[in-house]
T-cell receptor, first 113, second 110 residues
Framework: KAGVTQTPRYLIKTRGQQVTLSCSPI?????VSWYQQTPGQGLQFLFE???????NKGNFPGRFSGRQFSNSRSEMNVSTLELGDSALYLC????????????FGPGTRLLVL | EDQVTQSPEALRLQEGESSSLNCSYT??????LFWYRQDPGKGPEFLFT???AGEEKEKERLKATLTKKESFLHITAPKPEDSATYLC???????????FGKGITLSVRP
């Protein structure tokens, strides 16, 4: 089975711009979670989608949003980028939304200048 | 607020020198404790899930154990290829939110 894929792998943006990241889960997985990883804060939960519905949300500002499509692919969007948004953005998929093992993609490295 | 703490932050071992990595947690209603390995520039790779105190799981040179307050990842006779950052995460509540520790960076010298 193919693993979780994320595109793009690397991205450079400037402050004030917006960005959209994409995640394709493992085939058959219906839950997609997004995490932000920085050296200082580690991995922090952004949100989780299951069957096109946001089920959980972390403590991030409203500039961070996401959605999930009927084929379980997910996108996250960050508007009005700030320097502090520079991070590795990881998505993880699981078969259900009940605590099954989450499998991570390789991440998208975002640099905000 | 759920908290997961890993110690030490970094660990340097000689090849063959066994050791343990600690993950302590303060959460309400632990549903599972996960261990992941992360190599530089890559996403976390799943290692183990532990669901109840007393449970143990093994894979090659790694063994994970769980108590009511902490989990240990024991590394027996490590090799340089075991060098990576090891992350633990607690699953709580009726959802898929994982609370991660900040990780332990392990370096194994030949």
């Amino acid at each position: 089975k193919a693993g979780v894929t994320q595109t793009p792998r690397y991205l450079i943006k400037t402050r004030g711009q917006q960005v959209t990241l994409s995640c394709s889960p493992i085939s058959g997985h219906r839950s997609v979670s997004w995490y932000q990883q920085t050296p200082g804060q580690g991995l922090q939960f952004l949100f989780e989608y299951f069957s096109e519905t946001q089920r959980n949300k972390g403590n991030f500002p409203g500039r961070f949003s996401g959605r999930q499509f009927s084929n379980s692919r997910s996108e996250m969007n960050v508007s009005t980028l700030e320097l502090g948004d520079s991070a590795l953005y990881l998505c993880a998929s699981s078969s259900n939304s009940g605590g099954e093992t989450q499998y991570f993609g390789p991440g998208t490295r975002l640099l905000v200048l | 607020e759920d908290q997961v703490t890993q110690s030490p932050e970094a660990l340097r071992l000689q090849e063959g020198e066994s050791s343990s990595l600690n993950c302590s947690y303060t959460v309400s209603g632990l549903r599972g404790l996960f261990w992941y390995r992360q190599d530089p520039g890559k996403g976390p790779e799943f290692l183990f899930t532990l669901y109840s105190a007393g449970e143990e799981k093994e894979k090659e040179r790694l063994k994970a154990t769980l108590t009511k307050k902490e989990s240990f990842l024991h590394i027996t006779a490590p090799k340089p290829e075991d060098s990576a950052t090891y992350l633990c995460a607690a699953l709580t509540g009726a959802n898929s939110k994982l609370t991660f520790g900040k990780g332990i960076t392990l370096s194994v010298r030949p």
